[in-house]
């Protein structure tokens, strides 16, 4: 079955940066859309970003201007570039993917945010 793996998290102070890095074990065409979701604590889990199979994105309206979603298909990679961090930027990242062929959707088992006030 699809494998997706988050890394890249951190600790980091407020105004820094992170890379954070969802690779799949399998070629990420066989996904029309991925996503990073994150999760405060008590918080439920929020959309951070998308990508299309023909890489259109989208934001939250909470990061857009300060975070950048891209993927490559040579690495099976997505990544979400995080920059100007604030402290409501804190939570668990996840990687979701939707299956392109079939009915169905992938998640990783997230990478920890910590940014620091």
């Known amino acids: 079955q699809v494998q997706l793996v988050e890394s890249g998290g951190g600790l980091v102070q407020a105004g820094g940066s992170l890379t954070l890095t969802c690779t799949a074990s399998?070629?990420?065409?066989?996904?029309?859309?991925m996503y990073w979701y994150r999760q405060a604590p008590k918080k439920q889990r929020e959309l951070v970003a998308s990508?299309?199979?023909?890489?259109?994105?989208n934001y939250a309206d909470s990061v857009r201007g300060r975070f950048t979603i891209s993927k490559n298909s040579a690495e099976n990679t997505m990544s979400l570039q995080m920059d100007l961090l604030k402290s409501d930027d804190t939570g668990v990242y996840y990687c979701?993917?939707?299956?392109?062929?079939?009915?169905?959707?992938?998640w990783g088992q997230g990478t920890q945010v910590t940014v620091s006030s």
């Open positions: 990508i299309t199979l023909s890489r259109v994105t």
């Open positions: 979701k993917a939707d299956a392109l062929l079939e009915a169905g959707e992938y």
């Open positions: 399998t070629a990420i065409v066989n996904f029309k859309r």
